[in-house]
Nanobody, 125 residues
Framework: QLQLVESGGGLVQPGGSLRLSCAASRFTLNYYTIGWFRQAPGKEREGVSCINSGFRTMYTDSVKGRFTISRDNAKNTVYLQMNSLKPEDTGIYYC???????????????????WGQGTQVTVSS
């Protein structure tokens, strides 16, 4: 089982920024697509962004222009920089790994088979 650990969540005011980190242990992230997902209370888990081994990125429409995903293979870590945060960005954020090369039409949780424990992001004044 691949181990992923998220960090960087917290409470922030609307318009603020946070940077989430997803660190891997016991395996090298380099060859995996890493995705960020979030889940708000009472809602389905939603794909937010992903980055593949070739640094190709995808974003859900609601975060385009505000969130940036990146990876630092030397640090075995993937980041999600979140700017201009809105209350609707509130939720538990999870990172996940997909080791299968595939053509993606969306950021689907079913494609990812190793998950972190999540980190809470709350956007509120």
């Amino acid at each position: 089982q691949l181990q992923l650990v998220e960090s960087g969540g917290g409470l922030v005011q609307p318009g603020g920024s946070l940077r989430l980190s997803c660190a891997a242990s016991r395996f090298t992230l380099n060859y995996y697509t890493i995705g960020w997902f979030r889940q708000a209370p009472g809602k389905e888990r939603e794909g937010v962004s992903c980055i593949n081994s070739g640094f190709r990125t995808m974003y859900t429409d609601s975060v385009k222009g505000r969130f940036t995903i990146s990876r630092d293979n030397a640090k075995n870590t993937v980041y999600l920089q979140m700017n201009s945060l809105k209350p609707e960005d509130t939720g538990i954020y999870y990172c996940a790994a997909d080791g299968t090369p595939r053509d993606r039409v969306g950021i689907r949780a079913s494609d990812f088979d190793s998950w972190g424990q999540g980190t809470q992001v709350t956007v509120s004044s």
